[in-house]
């Protein structure tokens, strides 16, 4: 299993922007995919977007598919996430995740420590 660590997060006003990262510890992305997902207080854990690592396809819940952007930088080693147009309802802790899985949290095997991002309106 390889270890992620997140970053970017913050205290925004809305219509704000931030860029979060996702990197590995110890190791380069081998995995299949890489997704990021996000936690309100009082909230499950919500699918945010994916791509493949290999092939980067990228895919989007429908709340943020026309205002976030993920992308990964193969020299870097790293996959960001690009949040435009931030909404109040974008705070949460925001994780990254890699594994075998898509939409589903089950089908990810690693996980990162998780990033705030808080919208004020």
């Known amino acids: 299993q390889v270890q992620l660590v997140e970053s970017g997060g913050g205290l925004v006003q809305a219509g704000a922007s931030l860029r979060l990262s996702c990197a590995p510890s110890?190791?380069?992305?081998?995995?299949?995919?890489v997704g990021w997902f996000r936690q309100a207080p009082g909230k499950g854990r919500e699918f945010v977007a994916a791509?493949?690592?290999?092939?980067?396809?990228?895919y989007y819940s429908d709340s943020v598919k026309d205002r976030f952007t993920v992308s990964r930088d193969y020299a870097k080693n790293r996959v960001d996430l690009q949040m435009n147009d931030l909404r109040p309802d974008d705070t949460a802790v925001y994780y990254c995740?890699?594994?075998?899985?898509?939409?589903?949290?089950?089908?990810?095997?690693?996980w990162g420590q998780g990033t705030q991002v808080s919208v004020s309106a």
């Open positions: 995740a890699a594994g075998p899985g898509l939409f589903d949290a089950r089908g990810y095997d690693s």
């Open positions: 791509i493949t690592w290999r092939d980067g396809i990228p």
């Open positions: 110890g190791r380069s992305f081998t995995t299949y995919t």
